[in-house]
């Protein structure tokens, strides 16, 4: 018996526009990709004849050929990812330094086991209070330098006399945990997002119950992970229990 010959049916002609590196869900890890768009036609014993539109833009894995929408693209590499965790961590941790002081022995080591356990295996307490005090110095030479284009009476009603007010810093940290931690919490399951606020916690407990401005931090730290304010509460008050 011959073999059936396919008269006519549809090909498509692939064009590569960009390569890189993403996370391939089929292949479950980080692969080489190309973007990829096409155009389909009408082939009649294999010559192509009528366009039939436009294919793609197609995100193509070069390790299993699979082929993905351009939202792929959004999902973070495993070593971007790994990256982001250890920037949230470290983050969180320089703004509860921030907010609950670096007097205490207990708080500056569980700040630096924090660290080191994200994955900046070599900091130091000297290296983490250095940056603390450059990011605040920096946070009021830019305080200085805009209140000092504003007027006396809106000074004076700020009560700053020319000086930083006493919570400038911690909002620099707000913004910082809101622009670190929100393109972070959409790859992270609950637990995960969860994780990152109990680290900070644990941070704000070694020397004793929250301090208001601990908690703030902490109440951004929830919000910025997409927690809700009675999660972040209970979570909060869940770390002051002893296991």
Known sequence: MGRKICVMGVCTSWRTVSDGEFF?????GDRNYRRRSGR?????LGVPLLSRGIAGPVVECSACRGHFGLDTLDHPTTVRFSAMLRDAVHTITLALLAAGGTSSRAVRDAAVGAVRAAGFADCSEEQLLTLLAAVTAVTAETSEATEATETADTAESAGSGGRPGPGLCDTAFAIELHECLEPLAPHLAPAGRESLLLQGARIALADGSYTPAERETLATVGSALM???????????????PS
């Open 40 to 44: 389909r036609r009408l082939t009649v």
């Open 24 to 28: 391939c869900p089929d292949c479950g």
């Open 227 to 241: 927690l809700r304010p009675a999660d972040t509460s209970r979570l909060l008050a869940a770390a002051r229990t």
